[in-house]
């Protein structure tokens, strides 16, 4: 995790050309709607926010394994267990994600108002996807990593994944924008709970084989 902060802060390019991402998207959206005095609607606020920060989360955790040579690969082989490489990235992408997604959420409820009644519970939500998204494509991205058109491959197995998820963060989302209270999101909010658990042990159990190869 150290190495690849190192290497974040070192090149900087990356990090900026997601919050550009992030603003950019926010702008484009204030365009369409703020500025033409039309009021976006709750569900499409909601909608709008969790396209841009799956959008977001790809390009971040996509060149988890994908910007590593083979050399280098070869290089940790030699030095640490495949559990510690796999968990070390799924932490970095976590944390990496984590403040990209409170990030975006600030920017957007500024740009494009607030309409959430219960903030606690979106942000609680916002970050266990940012957890999920972290996991899932981390996994993907080091299975993609083999192959040898990777980026298609990140596309074409992470979106499917991403499916069951982003269902459950969009209904508790929605609750949150209502008001309703915790007990009607509380089933979902486990279940993140629990996909995000297994998917960090397959992750576990798995990447293992997928490292010998």
């Known amino acids: ?18 919050l550009l991402y992030v603003g950019s998207t926010v702008f484009v959206c204030y365009l369409s709607f703020a500025l033409r005095g039309g009021e976006l609607p709750v569900p499409a606020w909601n ?10 989360a790809v390009n971040a ?16 082989y030699t030095l640490v267990r495949p ?15 984590l403040g990209l997604s409170l990030v975006g959420l600030a920017v957007y409820a500024v740009v494009l108002g607030n309409p959430v009644q219960d903030l606690g519970l979106f942000v609680a939500n916002v970050m266990l996807g940012a957890l999920g998204f972290a996991t899932t ?16 491959l990140m596309a074409v197995l992470g979106f499917p994944l991403m499916i069951p998820m982003l269902l459950l963060l969009i ?14 999101s509380r089933s979902s909010l486990l279940t ?6 297994i ?4 992750s576990y159990l798995l990447f293992p084989f997928l490292w010998r190869s």
């Open 47 to 56: 909608a709008l926010f969790w396209i841009i920060l799956l959008f977001t």
């Open 1 to 18: 995790m150290q190495k690849d902060f190192r290497l974040e802060w070192r090149q900087r390019a990356a990090l900026n050309g997601m």
């Open 137 to 152: 494509l981390t996994l993907v991205s080091g299975i993609a990593a083999k192959a040898s058109n990777s980026s298609t």
């Open 199 to 202: 998917v960090t042990a397959v």
């Open 192 to 197: 993140l709970v629990a996909l995000n658990l």
């Open 83 to 97: 559990q510690a490489v796999i968990l070390a990235k799924i932490g970095y992408n976590a944390l990496l994600l």
């Open 171 to 184: 209904k508790v989302s929605k609750n949150a924008l209502d008001g309703l209270e915790l007990e009607a």
């Open 61 to 76: 955790a996509a060149k988890g394994f994908l910007q590593e040579s083979r050399g280098r690969l070869l290089y940790y």
